[in-house]
């Protein structure tokens, strides 16, 4: 065999190596971080992650109860929070919910004016029969209060305490509005700001989406 045959099989052989090799190794990206998420799905959201049971019976000063929603919600939107505390002889109902859809900011402005009329509506007809002596002492022991004024307070972002029975504030932090409702003012207010402060933008009842 010449110098040359011996060079050209040589070459040949590297070629074939070459070409065996096949295509190279796709890179991995199974290392590089995934884009983190806001919110939690409203069916998987938990109560819990806003106010723990003991602080709640801590602040309403009874023992609590959480009480099953009975009612069917609208898509998107989270099972309210209920509570039933047992509290000097009586049990009062305790509850607040969350509405964190695209059109929050629009729905609250609604409730907000719709809540205030509806509140100064009842108190003109409470006095206007307070006037006219219908309510009067009675052997049923039926005691009769009028309604509560509606107050603008300091929770979030904005905020309206009306019916004297129920809160309804705009988050500062999270795309959302939220109701409180309990009879005591007091305690609604504490309760309001318990959950205004623990409610963020990672743990509110909304569709994940990723932090900006």
Request: with cysteine.
């Amino acid at each position: 065999m010449t110098k040359y045959s011996a060079l050209l099989l040589l070459l040949a052989a590297v070629n074939a190596c070459k070409t065996d090799a096949g295509p190279p190794a796709a890179t991995s990206n199974r290392d590089e971080p995934t884009a983190k998420l806001a919110g939690v799905w409203p069916k998987d959201f938990q109560c819990g992650s806003i106010a723990a049971p003991t602080a709640l019976s801590e602040l309403l000063g009874g023992e609590l109860k959480q009480l099953e929603n009975p009612a069917s919600m609208p898509k998107g939107v989270a099972a309210p929070c209920m509570y039933e505390v047992a509290r000097e002889g009586a049990a009062e109902q305790w509850q607040f919910d969350f509405d964190c859809r695209d059109n929050y900011k629009k729905t609250f402005d609604t409730l907000v004016e719709q809540y205030r009329k509806q509140n100064t509506d009842m108190i003109a007809d409470w006095n206007q029969k307070a006037d006219a002596g219908v309510f009067k002492a009675n052997d049923a022991g039926i005691v009769y209060t009028r309604p509560g004024d509606p107050l603008e307070v300091e929770v979030g972002a904005k905020a309206l305490d009306h019916h004297g029975t129920a809160m309804i504030f705009l988050d500062d932090d999270a795309p959302c509005y939220v109701r409180v409702a309990g009879k005591d003012p007091t305690r609604r207010l504490e309760l309001a700001k318990l959950v205004a402060k623990n409610l963020t933008l990672m743990n509110a009842p909304m569709a994940p989406r990723p932090i900006k």
